[in-house]
């Protein structure tokens, strides 16, 4: 198994551009999740997914969004990329159904200038 | 979900035990004790959980005390790769509910 995988690994966008950040899952779980990690601070919570075609916003949603087509892929888009958004992105899975210890990728290093 | 405390810091020898405690005083009956890492520029990583027996696996050993008011990780033969951020979480089981990191413990194996 490979777990949870993020791609890209490194991104540097320029204010205004857009991207998506991919996640993906291969152990069959429920839930999948959407952090990001600045300096000093521990991660919060961006959107959230509860199964395949579902989402919802976590603490920090604006500026963002997400899309699970399928249960394994969970995407995060940013539309308009602002400086703020600069970030380490960790991308997580849980079973669901009464387990929940979260899995993450390896994150996505993202730089907006 | 129950406020736990951690040391800010530890060390510990290679090869030797590293045991890292949790005050979790105001758990409830229901809650779960769990423990994450996190390596420096890495993912956080998942390693146990257990509601009041011991618990075992591949990477520690999970003791919770018999009022469930703290719990102890521990790491039998500490490699420097253990040195990490160790958070200690309570939280109920199941739901969809984000992850909450405290400050957690520095955790540095010395060779």
């Known amino acids: 198994n490979a777990g949870v995988t993020q791609t890209p690994k490194f991104r540097v966008l320029k204010t205004g551009q857009s991207m998506t950040l991919l996640c993906a899952q291969d152990m069959n779980h429920e839930y999948m999740y959407w952090y990001r990690q600045d300096p000093g601070m521990g991660l919060r919570l961006i959107h959230y997914s509860v199964g395949e075609g579902t989402t919802a916003k976590g603490e920090v949603p604006d500026g963002y969004n997400v899309s699970r087509l399928k249960k394994q892929n969970f995407l995060l888009g940013l539309e308009s990329a602002a400086p703020s958004q600069t970030s380490v992105y960790f991308c997580?899975?849980?079973?669901?159904?009464?387990?929940?210890?979260?899995?993450f990728g390896p994150g996505t290093r993202l730089t907006v200038t | 979900d129950a406020k736990t405390t951690q040391p800010t810091s530890m060390d510990c020898a290679e090869g030797r035990a590293a045991n890292l405690p949790c005050n979790h005083s105001?758990?409830?009956?229901?809650?779960?004790v769990y423990w994450y890492r996190q390596i420096h520029s890495q993912g956080p990583q998942y390693i146990i959980h257990?509601?009041?027996n011991n618990e075992t696996n591949e990477m520690a050993s999970l003791i919770i005390t018999e009022d469930r008011k703290s719990s102890t990780l521990i790491l039998p033969h500490a490699t420097l790769r253990d040195t990490a951020v160790y958070y200690c979480?309570?939280?109920?089981?199941?739901?969809?509910?984000?992850?909450?990191f405290g400050k957690g413990t520095k955790l540095t194996v010395n060779p």
């Open positions: 979480i309570v939280r109920h089981q199941g739901g969809s509910e984000k992850l909450v």
């Open positions: 105001t758990i409830s009956g229901n809650e779960y």
């Open positions: 257990g509601l009041k």
């Open positions: 997580a899975s849980s079973p669901g159904t009464g387990r929940n210890e979260q899995y």
